[in-house]
């Protein structure tokens, strides 16, 4: 095992009655005169934004509302809201909304503060180091944005989407009520689903020996996930279900699963090209990429990924035929993303194979030669993987 630090001080709170404690969290959080930031619709639909409001009015809590967040978050409304932060001297953000609102949010509460151009800390690397505080008000279980350190966020200038992370991007506190998913259409919890179980992948399949704590945490993680997603997608309203989601999400990201060892995210990176270009999902584009890069890279630890296959999906495990192992669990991961009818190929992202090349290219920013920890790989690499996901039968 590495050493690592572990700093994770997001205050939850879950529960169909949870909402009604934003005011007193804001206050207890430093806020006084805030952003209230979301998408449109999705959030008036399922009733968060107007529980929202009327607890904020109930604890005389000023707030200026920003709508507009679209799904792959685009730099243009965070400049938008830096700005209103400025002019209006708010001091606290809150994101009611998934992913892409609680990602826009965390870039304008750095943006706010940081001197020169907010953008840097993406093109650079550069860790946030100062924030505005963000509280977040959960309505769909997926990116795990609510408890972990980082941002994604898609330039409007140049087309690349890069993520930015810092400590002081954790949100304060998080409002997890799993009844603001019941009503949420198929496609974006089975999307949601997909996310999270490449982020436990993410972490899983690392080179780090000795690490059998997190091991087994991932293991159980990713059996939950499938538990409760397949559950989810033939019993939509089903509000257990939902909520072993929701927690699972969070899980996911945290970083509680991943301390101590290498990760990879390759396949997040791959991702984030084919995002960029064609706007899809994002868990629609790892429900693509994750089995592909798979297949590429599972000789590279053959046991591991026979470890995956028992662990994880049952399959029977023949100590001497473990590559027919590891292609089982490779397998029964495609079977799960289809199950939850999640796109298979470039194709239903609407990228044609010929596009490859220069979706490749993207992958890679300016002086990076290979991403991916687990096996790193370079542009041939990865135009291999998406060429192998343009052609999945």
Same mark, same amino acid.
């Not at 953008?119 to 180091?129: D, I, K, L, M, S």
């Not at 009520?177 to 997909?194: D, H, K, V």
């Not at 629609?284 to 000789?299: D, I, T």
């Given at each position: 095992?590495?050493?690592?630090?572990?700093?994770?001080?997001?205050?939850?709170?879950?529960?169909?009655?949870?909402?009604?404690?934003?005011?007193?969290?804001?206050?207890?959080?430093?806020?006084?005169?805030?952003?209230?930031?979301?998408?449109?619709?999705?959030?008036?639909?399922? $009733? =968060?934004?107007?529980?929202?409001?009327?607890?904020?009015?109930? #604890? %005389?809590? &000023?707030? *200026?509302?920003? /709508?507009?967040? !679209?799904?792959?978050?685009?730099?243009?409304?965070?400049?938008?809201?830096?700005?209103?932060?400025?002019?209006?001297?708010?001091?606290?953000?809150?994101?009611?909304?998934?992913?892409?609102?609680?990602?826009?949010?965390?870039?304008?509460?750095? $943006? =706010?503060?940081?001197?020169?151009?907010?953008?840097?800390?993406? #093109? %650079?690397? &550069?860790? *946030?180091?100062? /924030?505005?505080? !963000?509280?977040?008000?959960?309505?769909?279980?997926?990116?795990?944005?609510?408890?972990?350190?980082?941002?994604?966020?898609?330039?409007?200038?140049?087309?690349?989407?890069?993520?930015?992370?810092?400590?002081?991007?954790?949100?304060?506190?998080?409002?997890?009520?799993?009844?603001?998913?019941?009503?949420?259409?198929?496609?974006?919890?089975?999307?949601?689903?997909?996310?999270?179980?490449?982020?436990?992948?993410?972490?899983?399949?690392?080179?780090?020996?000795?690490?059998?704590?997190?091991?087994?945490?991932?293991?159980?993680?990713?059996?939950?996930?499938?538990?409760?997603?397949?559950?989810?997608?033939?019993?939509?309203?089903?509000?257990?279900?939902?909520?072993?989601?929701?927690?699972?999400?969070?899980?996911?990201?945290?970083?509680?699963?991943?301390?101590?060892?290498?990760?990879?995210?390759?396949?997040?990176?791959?991702?984030?090209?084919?995002?960029?270009?064609?706007?899809?999902?994002?868990?629609?584009?790892?429900?693509?990429?994750?089995?592909?890069?798979?297949?590429?890279?599972?000789?590279?630890?053959?046991?591991?990924?026979?470890?995956?296959?028992?662990?994880?999906?049952?399959?029977?495990?023949?100590?001497?035929?473990?590559?027919?192992?590891?292609?089982?669990?490779?397998?029964?991961?495609?079977?799960?993303?289809?199950?939850?009818?999640?796109?298979?190929?470039?194709?239903?992202?609407?990228?044609?194979?010929?596009?490859?090349?220069?979706?490749?290219?993207?992958?890679?920013?300016?002086?990076?030669?290979?991403?991916?920890?687990?096996?790193?790989?370079?542009?041939?690499?990865?135009?291999?993987?998406?060429?192998?996901?343009?052609?999945?039968?």
């Amino acid at each position: 095992m590495l050493p690592f630090t572990f700093y994770a001080p997001t205050y939850f709170s879950f529960g169909p009655e949870s909402t009604a404690q934003v005011g007193s969290l804001v206050r207890r959080f430093g806020g006084t005169r805030i952003l209230l930031h979301y998408g449109g619709k999705a959030a008036e639909r399922c $009733g =968060a934004l107007d529980a929202v409001r009327r607890a904020l009015c109930e #604890a %005389n809590i &000023e707030y *200026v509302e920003l /709508a507009g967040v !679209v799904p792959n978050p685009r730099s243009d409304l965070v400049r938008t809201g830096i700005a209103l932060c400025r002019t209006e001297h708010l001091d606290f953000i809150l994101a009611v909304g998934g992913g892409s609102v609680i990602d826009s949010a965390k870039a304008i509460a750095f $943006g =706010a503060v940081c001197s020169g151009d907010f953008w840097r800390f993406f #093109a %650079n690397g &550069e860790p *946030v180091q100062h /924030a505005l505080p !963000v509280g977040t008000v959960l309505t769909i279980a997926a990116s795990g944005s609510e408890g972990s350190m980082d941002c994604v966020i898609t330039s409007c200038e140049t087309g690349e989407k890069i993520c930015a992370s810092g400590e002081a991007l954790r949100p304060r506190f998080s409002i997890l009520n799993p009844m603001y998913t019941l009503q949420l259409p198929a496609y974006q919890s089975a999307c949601g689903i997909t996310d999270m179980f490449a982020h436990v992948c993410e972490r899983y399949f690392s080179n780090t020996p000795h690490v059998s704590v997190s091991d087994q945490l991932c293991e159980g993680l990713m059996r939950a996930i499938v538990q409760a997603g397949t559950t989810v997608i033939s019993r939509p309203e089903d509000y257990n279900a939902r909520a072993e989601l929701m927690w699972a999400g969070t899980l996911a990201h945290n970083d509680l699963c991943g301390v101590g060892r290498e990760q990879d995210w390759a396949s997040h990176m791959i991702e984030h090209a084919l995002s960029a270009q064609s706007n899809c999902a994002h868990g629609a584009g790892l429900a693509v990429v994750l089995p592909a890069w798979m297949e590429y890279v599972y000789r590279h630890d053959v046991s591991r990924f026979a470890r995956f296959a028992r662990e994880v999906f049952g399959c029977a495990a023949d100590p001497t035929h473990p590559d027919e192992a590891a292609f089982a669990g490779i397998c029964s991961t495609r079977a799960f993303f289809r199950s939850l009818r999640m796109p298979q190929t470039l194709s239903e992202l609407g990228i044609d194979v010929k596009d490859v090349g220069a979706l490749s290219a993207r992958v890679f920013p300016a002086g990076v030669s290979s991403v991916g920890a687990f096996l790193p790989l370079g542009r041939k690499d990865v135009e291999t993987i998406l060429t192998s996901a343009a052609r999945v039968l």
